[in-house]
């Protein structure tokens, strides 16, 4: 049989984060072997580059928005960091294309900025900015015709804009602490002073004082101005929708939401303002992506959902990378994938929104879509009786593979994430690369990872090693009895959080693995925690464990604590540029290996931050890593 090509898979382009102005589809692609900016006409055209070729994009999943285009203005807002460094700067570009320049100067030079907010009708921003020497987390309003930047909220956790009202005379700050922890405040530009609306704030708390989660997110004013919608699960553990009405912020009413088609757990995901009282409403369903068009009747605090946007062909069964709702055409304009199809944009309008034009023809080169490997439904049940959401890929039957496969045991990063079925993301071309090379891929999503209601994800809290480590182990007991994998050829790998629970798992379980492969993982959380943005260590101290009074707890939890045992070869990846878990963290793992005669090979990109996006890099990473477990899981291939 001829071995497959990563090159095949990843001829297929990844298409993100559209938006639709006029005639013109702007969107996030590496059509030239990085992610860069392009356009086109709606209906296809050749695409068009906006951007210098030696610049670099982030990957839009690390951002809550890359860029937002500016009509009247004729410009992009576009956040820029260099070679995944993550130390965002806020630059314009025309419309037509050009070379980056500062939207505000030098003022945010001291921070690493993210767009929080924008309104295109005002050409106002939010940026929610960390400082770049200190745990000091600042929004700010921007105004792109003066250059102008008002600061609302400054505290060591941050609070982000998610609303205003139409003449941004007050604006809605959520702050969080950790997942589902957050507080909610109304700024006022009359006083320039923010108040508290609703939740206890952290600095308020007494030692050991619960609070109720309330899951803030996505708020913003009603058309009226007299009330707030945003995202809760005070009233459902998989979330839901509330209503604050501004003159009794202290009481929280429950929006009761009809129309759903969809089947299957999971939770409420999204809530976007469209325009008046319409709104767009997402779920994910088990990883699936469902999209809404939704009336909001005040009165009767409903949410109605009239049309199905995502979630029925030729949109179904796979992941919404994005959606752009256009209010001036009233049309959306997404970016769409599977697990065994690339990213398409497509639009949507139409009075009953059942208009859909695809405007993108990318395919996978050299391979059908017999041959790969869409997966199956392999939850199960853990050791104390929690249920597992999970998936098994295997390879396709016509690839001929015979007999027991060996096992690549693949954990996503987060650990506050959920594995999905998206092409644009980094583990979908590798598993099915893997799949096409004979492997069998599982792929849980234990407990921690969203999508399953906010109590499944808090488990993983000042936890980290400890269950979730044990719901891996249980899975690799079920998948000992399963016929079609031979679970005694097994590897594990996993990026970021994934890779320190590849770590924990080689070094504290030895037994079950033969090779293991450690993405950008935490090694040492002591040092791990003292190396990360100091904006970063407050949400750490709390989600984790605090450096001081947590040591021993940290110290029993680090792979590094258990590094003696492991027995089975190890492949380390990592980014130069990395900010999340540095490339010292990783070389601290081959140094102490090497040190000790054990097997362990190097591969790390001096032009990667925490992912592995360009092209040539993408091509090594994939090939090393199945080259990897080829080796060691198929000696006798």
Known sequence: MTLPRIESLLSARVFQAAQIVGNRIYFVSNLSGRLSLYAMNAGGSVPEPLLPPDLALQNPHHVNQLYQVFPELGNILLMLDSDGDENYQPVVVPCDGGYPEP????????????????????????????????????????????????????????????????????????????????????????????RLLNGRPLDDRKPGEEVPLTSFGMANFTASEKGILFLTSLFSD??????????????????????????GAGEMEKLEHLHDNH?????????????????????????????????????????????????????????????VSPTQIYTIEGSDRRDVRRHTQEKILALSDEQLSPGEDASFISHDGLRISARLYLPSPILGYEGPRPLVYYIHGGPQGQERPDFSWFSMPLIQFLTLSG?????????????????????????????????????????????????SRAGVTGRSYGGYMTLTLATRHP????????????????????????????????????????????????????????????????????????????????????????????????????????????VACYSGITDFFRKHLMPAN
Not at 241 to 254: A, C, K, L, Q, S
Not at 446 to 458: A, D, E, L, N, P
Not at 464 to 481: E, P, S
């Open 103 to 194: 939207a505000f100067g030098a003022a945010l030079q001291g921070y690493r900025c993210q767009l929080a907010h924008c309104d295109i009708d005002s050409n106002t921003v939010y940026l929610f900015a960390e400082k770049r020497d200190a745990p000091v987390n600042v929004s700010f309003r921007g105004n792109l015709e003066t250059g102008q930047l008002t600061e609302l909220y400054r505290s060591t956790y941050g609070g982000y804009a998610s609303g205003a009202t139409r003449d941004h005379s007050q604006v809605l700050i959520i702050e969080g602490y950790t997942p589902g922890d957050h507080v909610l405040y109304l700024w006022d530009e009359a006083t320039n002073e923010t």
């Open 279 to 339: 709104y767009a409403v997402s779920y994910n369903i088990d990883g699936v992506s469902w999209l809404y068009d939704g009336e909001f009747d005040v009165d009767a605090r409903l949410m109605h959902l009239k049309y199905v946007i995502c979630g029925r062909a030729p949109l179904a069964g796979g992941y919404l990378d994005s959606a752009y709702y256009d209010k001036t055409s009233d049309r959306y304009v997404m970016t769409f994938s599977t697990a």
């Open 238 to 263: 998989a979330y839901g929708i509330g209503y604050i009405d501004i003159g009794e912020p202290e009481t929280v009413v429950r929006v009761e939401v009809s129309g759903t088609t969809h089947e």
């Open 511 to 618: 037994e079950l693995w033969s090779a293991a492969v450690d993405m950008f993982g935490p090694y040492d959380l002591l040092t791990f925690v003292e190396r990360l943005p100091e904006t970063w260590k407050p949400y750490f101290a709390i989600a984790l464990g605090d450096p001081v009074k947590d040591r021993d707890f940290l110290i029993e939890r680090s792979p590094r604590h258990y590094i003696e045992n492991i027995q089975c070869p190890l492949l380390v990846i990592q980014g130069k540029n990395d900010p999340r878990v540095v490339e010292r963290e990783s070389r601290d793992v081959v140094e102490h290996l090497r040190a000790q005669g054990k097997e362990v090979e190097y591969l790390m990109f001096p032009d990667e931050g925490h992912d592995v996006l360009k092209y040539e890099n993408r």
């Open 439 to 487: 492997f069998a891929v599982f792929v849980p999503n234990v407990r921690g990872s969203t999508g399953y209601g906010q109590t499944y994800m808090k488990h993983v809290d000042r936890d980290w090693g400890g269950q979730d480590r044990l719901d891996h182990v249980h899975a690799m007991k079920m998948l000992a009895g399963d016929k079609r994998v031979d679970a």
